[in-house]
């Protein structure tokens, strides 16, 4: 018998909310309905389960956001497992649930585009164990030995006695049986069901309207929450005067929560939010409401000249060789604060009592969310529990930040028993965000007398993430993930080897709160390299693309890439008249990846007319999955790079919706052709690394237009026109 | 206690009259595919028919929707998901997150109503919803193929 403690069935019938039409929405609490109904033991092992109508569902921990990640899950654990794809469907296990199985689902930390690359060999292996169980049970049943039982599409067959069997017959008895230790996987050149570009499990839902997202958890007996938060980050409530909403409909309570935030519970939302604004709220705004753009900027200026800072990767002497260098060459580059801008507003539906709180909400990390939630209920994660719910964004936001998780489980606790929805307004959430950090970076580079580069030398300075959110990673006081597309090696390695180098990092922290944004550190720092490597191979008087791949002998996936979209685009013949080109390239999240932006400016006006991206992302689970993520990726890049900027003001962010916060729509989007170029042998990330060359291929082909090399972002500020 | 006709069906809902429609839609009568994005109309999220044109229900009050106002939601739009968008979505994956993709489709249906063979300009003028996951280049070729028009 396996020692695996099954998980218990349950499900949740949601009444009507309200008058109106009776709608009975159905919320399912990590569960699938189908096996509340019957009660039968159905799980496999702990990622399979099997129904006698040969369903087959698949656990996946990681959250879907987006990214496609439980389809390609789904698809590993598949392929192992060797069932009918026709009959997959998967599931959610709760963080609560698998605390109390020993993490059997380890980690459900879904950023760092690590969903599928940190996790692929556990799960693989618990569809292959549950392949062979079911194999076994079969077997067993048949009284022959399970070596000559061969499976295809979840039909075990004995050829010698002409018998065969389905999953769902022997899926009762192969959950009795042990779980296998180790089960050789694929090789993935076997694959069938992974590596194909097949279609995503979770679109029916969402193009009727049936997905249900946070925001539209309805329990029964559910109050709404909305609140205000002190403008200046670090600002307290000095006094509340209620007078204005005394009369107002549905108001419940007001409730102050730790001293920094306002919430009004109400009937529904409207009242709620309405009820909140309308509230005189004197805020003690505290000691940074004097910091602007100007000074944050000023600030984090000095860095790039301090006498000391964190080294990132260093070889050989740079200093010396710049010192002693025929030609210099040196810039300075610049990246503003930006929001995730999720379509889904902040939000957590919380249910508290003295001995059991639960939250419903949507999370890139249930396991945070629940540490999150037993810290605000002051109980232990023992008696608390997250259901996870799609995400309608995430892009980092709602990985390491449980900040709305935390409200909504303080202000639930004003109302034991009953549970309350919390939804920020769009304006709370641009104004309250966890931002991509600002920084700077100055970029010197030596050549010698025959025109050869001797060094780089890379100085960062500004904000470090890690400081922000998870102080415990910086390593001597250095934040490594500050390096990324900088590193020695690994997953960000910087793809290009001179003769000296040296990349330090300032740390400068503003009190702006930072956090991982789609794309972390990549983002900027692919700029400045590749847009800096653009300005020396225009110094040198050189073609971009063989300038680049001179510095490249040891980086042979990024020059397949690189020689990929070269090829593509059409490097070697000149592009239409009026139209030019630029190239970038960069390691991130353990992917190759490279892209070459065609461009025109008619007065003053950037048109970007093609782009084509590769990736070598080494296994590609779902190519088709993976062209979306590029495609998306250049919407991401590319808004950031054309608009995105969150600017302070008397120690506050300034924009407050879409309408300051501007981001690229569908008219501005370019025409992106995807190379998916796997070359075997390593998991690559595919959610995020493509957006870091976005912004630099424009840019380089946007100076090879005008002329004008952009260095500080975003676009938006800078006038295009001809000089 | 005002009356109004969603979906074809005759509904009263208890909310003051500069109550949205949105948030009557999503808190009143529970149809959820409606979306709160921005809530200043900018975002498109929360777009439904009104009498076949799209509307922005975050800023319509109450108040401005009569008894004899069709409103359409996602959840009406047809009664099982086979409305041509809905089938072309499907079959091209547009949706990433899916959370704007209500607003698109009901985007994409008024204007097909009006336009039943969009050229990408006209596309480009009447889809100015965000999608922040960026499915922009699905979400035009979607529509070109409920359209039966190419790109």
Same mark, same amino acid.
């Given at each position: 018998m396996t020692?695996?403690?099954?998980?218990?069935?349950?499900?949740?019938?949601?009444?009507?909310? #309200?008058?109106?039409?009776?709608?009975?929405?159905?919320?399912?609490? #990590?569960?699938?309905?189908?096996?509340?109904?019957?009660?039968?033991t159905d799980?496999i092992n702990?990622?399979v389960?099997v129904?006698p109508? $040969?369903?087959?569902?698949?656990?996946?921990?990681?959250?879907?956001?987006?990214?496609?990640?439980?389809?390609?899950?789904?698809?590993?654990?598949?392929?192992?497992?060797?069932?009918?794809?026709?009959?997959?469907?998967?599931?959610?296990?709760?963080?609560?649930?698998?605390?109390?199985?020993?993490?059997?689902?380890?980690?459900?930390?879904?950023?760092?585009?690590?969903?599928?690359?940190?996790?692929?060999?556990?799960?693989?292996?618990?569809?292959?164990t549950a392949r062979e169980m079911l194999r076994s049970a079969a077997a067993s049943a048949w009284d022959v030995p399970a070596?000559?039982c061969?499976i295809?599409?979840g039909?075990i067959?004995h050829?010698?006695?002409?018998r065969?069997t389905t999953y769902g017959q022997v899926a009762n008895a192969a959950a009795q049986l042990d779980v296998p230790?180790?089960?050789?996987?694929?090789?993935?050149?076997?694959?069938?069901?992974?590596?194909?570009?097949?279609?995503?499990?979770?679109?029916?839902?969402?193009?009727?309207?049936?997905?249900?997202?946070?925001?539209?958890?309805?329990?029964?007996? /559910?109050?709404?929450?909305?609140?205000?938060?002190?403008?200046?980050?670090?600002?307290?409530?000095?006094?509340?005067?209620?007078?204005?909403?005394?009369?107002?409909?549905?108001?419940?309570?007001?409730?102050?929560?730790?001293?920094?935030?306002?919430?009004?519970?109400?009937?529904?939302?409207?009242?709620?939010?309405?009820?909140?604004?309308?509230?005189?709220?004197?805020?003690?705004?505290?000691?940074?409401?004097?910091?602007?753009?100007?000074?944050?900027?000023?600030?984090?200026?000095?860095?790039?000249?301090?006498?000391?800072?964190?080294?990132?990767?260093?070889?050989?002497?740079?200093?010396?060789?710049?010192?002693?260098?025929?030609?210099?060459?040196?810039?300075?580059?610049?990246?503003?604060?930006?929001?995730?801008?999720?379509?889904?507003?902040?939000?957590?539906?919380?249910?508290?009592?003295?001995?059991?709180?639960?939250?419903?909400?949507?999370?890139?990390?249930?396991?945070?969310?629940?540490?999150?939630?037993?810290?605000?209920?002051?109980?232990?994660?023992?008696?608390?529990?997250?259901?996870?719910?799609?995400?309608?964004?995430? *892009?980092?936001?709602?990985?390491?930040?449980?900040?709305?998780?935390?409200?909504?489980?303080?202000?639930?606790?004003?109302?034991?028993?009953?549970?309350?929805?919390?939804?920020?307004?769009? $304006?709370?959430?641009?104004?309250?965000?966890?931002?991509?950090?600002?920084?700077?970076?100055?970029?010197?580079?030596?050549?010698?007398?025959?025109?050869?580069?001797?060094?780089?030398?890379?100085?960062?300075?500004?904000?470090?993430?890690?400081?922000?959110?998870?102080?415990?990673?910086?390593?001597?006081?250095?934040?490594?993930?500050?390096?990324?597309?900088?590193?020695?090696?690994?997953?960000?390695?910087?793809?290009?080897?001179?003769?000296?180098?040296?990349? $330090?990092?300032?740390?400068?922290?503003?009190?702006?709160?930072?956090? *991982?944004?789609?794309?972390?550190?990549?983002?900027?720092?692919?700029?400045?390299?590749?847009?800096?490597?653009?300005?020396?191979?225009?110094?040198?008087?050189?073609?971009?693309?063989?300038?680049?791949?001179?510095? /490249?002998?040891?980086?042979?996936?990024?020059?397949?890439?690189?020689?990929?979209?070269?090829?593509?685009?059409?490097?070697?013949?000149?592009?239409?008249?009026?139209?030019?080109?630029?190239?970038?390239?960069?390691?991130?999240?353990?992917?190759?990846?490279?892209?070459?932006?065609?461009?025109?400016?008619?007065? #003053?006006?950037?048109?970007?007319?093609?782009?084509?991206?590769?990736?070598?992302?080494?296994?590609?689970?779902?190519?088709?999955?993976?062209?979306?993520?590029?495609?998306?990726?250049?919407?991401?890049?590319?808004?950031?790079?054309?608009?995105?900027?969150?600017?302070?003001?008397?120690?506050?962010?300034?924009?407050?919706?879409?309408?300051?916060?501007?981001? /690229?729509?569908?008219?501005?989007?370019?025409?992106?052709?995807?190379?998916?170029?796997?070359?075997?042998?390593?998991?690559?990330?595919?959610? =995020?690394?493509?957006?870091?060359?976005?912004?630099?291929?424009?840019?380089?082909?946007?100076?090879?237009?005008?002329?004008?090399?952009?260095? =500080?972002?975003?676009?938006?500020?800078?006038?295009?026109?001809?000089? | 206690?005002?009356?109004?006709?969603?979906?074809?069906?005759?509904?009263?809902?208890?909310?003051?009259?500069?109550?949205?429609?949105?948030?009557?839609?999503?808190?009143?009568?529970?149809?959820?595919?409606?979306?709160?994005?921005?809530?200043?109309?900018?975002?498109?999220?929360?777009?439904?028919?009104?009498?076949?044109?799209?509307?922005?229900?975050?800023?319509?009050?109450?108040?401005?929707?009569? $008894?004899?106002?069709?409103?359409?939601?996602?959840?009406?739009?047809?009664?099982?998901?086979?409305?041509?968008?809905?089938?072309?979505?499907?079959?091209?994956?547009?949706?990433?997150?899916?959370?704007?993709?209500?607003?698109?489709?009901?985007?994409?249906?008024?204007?097909?109503?009006?336009?039943?063979?969009?050229?990408?300009?006209?596309?480009?003028?009447?889809?100015?919803?965000?999608?922040?996951?960026?499915?922009?280049?699905?979400?035009?070729?979607?529509?070109?193929?409920?359209?039966?028009?190419?790109?």
């Amino acid at each position: 018998m396996t020692s695996i403690k099954k998980l218990t069935r349950r499900s949740f019938v949601l009444g009507s909310a #309200g008058a109106g039409l009776s709608l009975g929405l159905r919320l399912p609490l #990590g569960i699938s309905d189908a096996q509340a109904q019957t009660g039968f033991t159905d799980e496999i092992n702990a990622w399979v389960v099997v129904r006698p109508d $040969e369903q087959v569902i698949i656990r996946i921990a990681r959250s879907e956001m987006g990214q496609g990640t439980l389809t390609g899950l789904a698809q590993l654990v598949a392929e192992e497992l060797e069932c009918d794809w026709q009959h997959v469907t998967t599931e959610y296990p709760t963080p609560g649930t698998s605390l109390e199985r020993g993490r059997i689902w380890q980690s459900f930390a879904t950023g760092g585009s690590r969903g599928i690359r940190e996790s692929h060999d556990y799960v693989r292996q618990g569809g292959a164990t549950a392949r062979e169980m079911l194999r076994s049970a079969a077997a067993s049943a048949w009284d022959v030995p399970a070596s000559e039982c061969s499976i295809a599409r979840g039909v075990i067959t004995h050829a010698a006695s002409k018998r065969s069997t389905t999953y769902g017959q022997v899926a009762n008895a192969a959950a009795q049986l042990d779980v296998p230790a180790d089960v050789p996987l694929k090789d993935p050149a076997d694959w069938t069901v992974a590596g194909q570009p097949l279609k995503r499990l979770d679109t029916a839902d969402k193009v009727v309207g049936k997905q249900i997202y946070g925001a539209d958890v309805i329990l029964p007996g /559910m109050l709404n929450a909305a609140i205000r938060q002190c403008p200046v980050f670090g600002g307290t409530v000095a006094s509340i005067d209620e007078t204005p909403i005394k009369s107002m409909p549905g108001v419940k309570k007001v409730v102050t929560l730790e001293n920094k935030t306002v919430a009004v519970i109400a009937d529904y939302w409207w009242q709620a939010k309405t009820a909140v604004e309308a509230l005189n709220i004197t805020w003690d705004e505290g000691e940074h409401a004097g910091v602007t753009s100007a000074s944050i900027a000023e600030f984090v200026a000095a860095g790039l000249e301090a006498d000391t800072a964190f080294v990132g990767n260093q070889n050989g002497d740079a200093p010396a060789a710049l010192d002693t260098a025929a030609r210099t060459v040196e810039a300075t580059y610049s990246y503003p604060y930006q929001h995730h801008a999720t379509m889904e507003p902040m939000n957590a539906t919380a249910r508290w009592t003295e001995d059991r709180c639960e939250v419903w909400c949507p999370t890139q990390n249930g396991e945070s969310a629940l540490a999150a939630a037993a810290k605000s209920a002051d109980l232990p994660p023992q008696q608390c529990e997250v259901y996870k719910m799609h995400l309608g964004g995430g *892009f980092g936001r709602r990985g390491t930040s449980h900040d709305y998780v935390h409200q909504a489980v303080q202000i639930a606790r004003h109302m034991p028993g009953v549970p309350v929805k919390l939804l920020w307004t769009r $304006e709370e959430d641009m104004t309250h965000g966890v931002y991509h950090p600002v920084t700077q970076c100055k970029l010197s580079a030596g050549f010698d007398a025959d025109g050869k580069v001797t060094a780089l030398r890379a100085r960062i300075s500004g904000q470090s993430i890690l400081a922000g959110v998870m102080p415990q990673r910086l390593k001597g006081g250095a934040d490594m993930v500050t390096f990324q597309c900088f590193m020695p090696g690994g997953d960000h390695s910087i793809a290009y080897s001179f003769p000296n180098l040296l990349v $330090e990092h300032a740390m400068r922290n503003p009190h702006v709160p930072p956090g *991982f944004w789609r794309g972390v550190n990549a983002n900027q720092n692919v700029v400045y390299m590749e847009c800096f490597i653009d300005e020396l191979a225009h110094t040198a008087g050189r073609d971009p693309l063989e300038f680049r791949l001179e510095f /490249m002998g040891e980086h042979p996936r990024n020059v397949a890439v690189l020689k990929a979209v070269a090829e593509r685009i059409g490097w070697d013949t000149p592009p239409a008249p009026g139209v030019f080109r630029g190239l970038a390239q960069c390691t991130a999240f353990a992917s190759h990846i490279a892209a070459c932006a065609e461009v025109s400016v008619t007065d #003053g006006e950037l048109k970007i007319h093609r782009i084509v991206a590769a990736t070598d992302c080494g296994y590609a689970v779902n190519p088709q999955q993976i062209e979306a993520q590029i495609e998306g990726s250049f919407v991401y890049g590319l808004s950031a790079m054309l608009y995105g900027e969150c600017t302070v003001k008397d120690g506050r962010i300034e924009q407050k919706n879409f309408d300051t916060y501007p981001v /690229m729509r569908m008219a501005d989007m370019p025409e992106v052709e995807s190379i998916v170029m796997p070359s075997g042998g390593f998991w690559g990330g595919v959610g =995020e690394p493509t957006i870091a060359v976005a912004a630099p291929a424009v840019l380089n082909a946007l100076f090879a237009a005008t002329g004008k090399r952009i260095r =500080e972002l975003p676009l938006r500020h800078h006038n295009l026109s001809a000089a | 206690m005002p009356k109004l006709n969603v979906n074809g069906n005759a509904v009263e809902v208890e909310a003051d009259s500069a109550t949205p429609l949105l948030w009557v839609l999503r808190e009143q009568l529970a149809l959820t595919g409606t979306k709160y994005g921005c809530g200043i109309a900018q975002c498109g999220a929360c777009t439904v028919l009104l009498n076949g044109a799209a509307v922005r229900s975050c800023v319509l009050p109450l108040a401005a929707v009569s $008894e004899t106002d069709e409103v359409i939601t996602i959840e009406g739009l047809s009664s099982d998901g086979s409305h041509p968008l809905q089938a072309a979505w499907v079959e091209l994956d547009v949706p990433q997150c899916g959370y704007c993709q209500t607003g698109m489709i009901m985007a994409a249906a008024a204007l097909l109503a009006e336009k039943p063979k969009p050229s990408d300009e006209d596309i480009d003028a009447a889809m100015t919803n965000i999608c922040r996951c960026g499915t922009y280049r699905r979400v035009r070729a979607g529509i070109h193929r409920a359209a039966g028009t190419t790109a």
